[in-house]
């Protein structure tokens, strides 16, 4: 059960822009080990006089993709990690990660669903893992992603997002955009609230797994408002993070 | 905690779940699925679901129901100290 955790020298194979705020990173990691949709990473800098920062990370891939990882880092500009990936990374360059970690805001197709995922923001990064997975594998588990965003713009993974939610394979990608939306745009242009969760979460049922993932007051209100409409509270899992991942 | 500082602390929060690695550190396992009981309230809930204070010298691990401070860690070049006074009990796969 118990292995150590160590730092291991990752390469980065591929920077993709997600967003005008997020890129994705895919490292390939010379001790690749099967993650858990759900978990993440640490990436540690270093600097000439020995400071070191470290952040946590979640994994965007599914563990069904092996060799490498995808991490999705969000850019806070005062932040002190996430400029420095997003202005100083380049392709081939070598950073320090350990992982994969976690065992509470995991899910695996064995846990089964019915499936209410629900993000603000980044915090779909985790949630993405667990479509993947449910996609690579093929999963009928019915899935309903409710993903905040303040615009169209601003949806990480959104082409991938709207094939996978076209498949009609039990997957339903649900969006809410706060502060713009596109033109003619029919759907959710709130912040998320009760009804709205009750409307998404309805066909899914009562007894519904919740992963909820974003800023805490998304995390909050959700986890809450689920409780109001009867999901147990063993059914529902957080992660929060603060403005974020910085 | 003055009003303004706990403003900064409150936004730049997280919870349990950004800590495993320290956590994995110090008990050599994965501990965010393990449960843990605050002291003050009695709350019972996993490590994970813990509200997480991390940007200072150590890191402070507050019970979400009364904010009591369940776990203290802080780190020097040699030693890593413990306050684990808040907490009733930790809990660690063996």
Known sequence: MAKPLTWQSATVEAIHPETARAKTFTFELPDWIPHRAGQHYDLRLTAPDGYQAERSYSIGSEPERQGVIDLTVERIDDGEVSPYMHDVVAVGDRLELRGPIGGYFVWDIELGGPLLLVGGGSGVVPLMAMIRHRAALKSPVPTSLLYSSRSADDVIYAGELERLGAQHDGLEVVHTFTRQQPAGWAGYQRRIDRTMLSEVSGPLGKTLRAYVCGPTILVELVANSLLDLGIAASQIRTERFGPTGT | ?94
Do not use: K, Q, W
Not at chain 2, 20 to 41: I, K, S, V
């Open chain 2, 1 to 94: 905690m003055s009003v303004i500082t706990d403003d900064v602390n409150r936004s730049l929060m997280t919870d349990g779940n950004s800590v495993a690695g320290l956590l994995y550190d110090l008990f050599a396992r994965e501990m965010t699925a393990e449960p843990t009981e605050c002291a003050a309230c009695g709350r019972e809930g996993e490590l994970g679901t813990l509200l997480a204070f991390t940007r200072a010298p150590g890191v402070v691990l507050r019970c979400p129901a009364c904010d009591n401070a369940m776990l203290r860690v802080v780190r020097t070049a040699s030693h890593t100290y413990i306050d684990a006074r808040g907490a009733a009990y930790l809990r660690i796969a063996r």
